[in-house]
């Protein structure tokens, strides 16, 4: 079973113990975010969402917001128990999942990193990781999925790295020392690493499994916050709200 499918049973436990499976139509939304409402205007402009490539799906819950990172715009309203059944087939089924998850357990003050950073935070996020993964793990060869240029910058200039993205227009660039490689050299970086960091955003996606086995994994950014709580998985996620 995998780490969605598991969350899912613990999320319709969640749901049934507090009597929300009714819960209406206007209860539970989810709508796609400007580039400036979902991160303002950071300091660095090449964030996938600044330049188009991702949108973030917000769900609000009770008062709650959670939120997630896709490729893939859109929408989708309904009760709580209806999205709980989405099939999760798609990248859009399962950021509005895992958005509303992060609202539900946001609304039960389970989780608190649900909403992303904003202006100059990211920035600061970036920083704090250098000490985040030194107090963690020494001085451990890095295996980075998912181009976040401003993490990738600050942690080249302390560790050996590696990096994969999917977005084909990423390949090639040089970050410091760091070179973005295609995801076809996934497992030869994790294979070359001590440690994988891993952008939430694979959950969305469907790759996040292949992630999880022998070797640390911390998952960074909002978009991973119920599931890292639900299924006991490591998360960065400094400066979210």
Same mark, same amino acid.
């Given at each position: 079973m995998n780490q969605l499918e598991k969350a899912r049973i613990k999320l319709i436990e969640i749901m049934n113990e507090n009597g929300w499976a009714n819960e209406q139509i206007n209860v539970v939304s989810a709508r796609t975010l400007t580039a400036n409402e979902a991160i303002g205007t950071p300091e660095r402009d090449d964030y996938p969402i600044l330049k188009g490539k991702e949108v973030m799906i917000e769900a609000s819950f009770r008062g709650s917001k959670g939120q997630a990172f896709t490729d893939q715009p859109g929408s989708r309203s309904g009760s709580l128990k209806e999205i709980m059944e989405l099939p999760l087939n798609t990248n859009l089924e399962r950021a509005v999942f895992i958005a509303t998850a992060n609202a539900m357990l946001k609304a039960l003050n389970k989780i608190d990193k649900t909403v992303h950073c904003? %202006? =100059? =935070?990211? &920035? !600061?996020?970036?920083?704090?990781?250098? #000490?985040? /993964?030194? !107090? &963690?793990? #020494? %001085?451990?060869? /890095?295996?980075f999925i998912g181009l976040q240029q401003g993490m990738i910058a600050q942690l080249s200039q302390y560790f050996a790295m590696k990096a994969v993205d999917l977005d084909p227009d990423n390949i090639g660039k040089k970050f410091n020392s760091v070179i973005i490689q295609d995801v076809s050299h996934t497992k030869e970086i994790i294979d070359w690493a001590d440690i994988i960091l891993a952008t939430g955003s694979t959950s969305v996606n469907d790759s996040m499994e292949q992630f999880i086995g022998d070797k640390p994994v911390v998952f960074f950014g909002v978009t991973i916050s119920a599931i890292a709580y639900l299924n006991n998985l490591n998360q960065y996620c400094h400066c979210g709200h």
């Open positions: 904003r %202006n =100059e =935070e990211p &920035k !600061e996020c970036a920083k704090h990781m250098v #000490g985040y /993964i030194k !107090e &963690k793990f #020494g %001085n451990p060869k /890095i295996a």
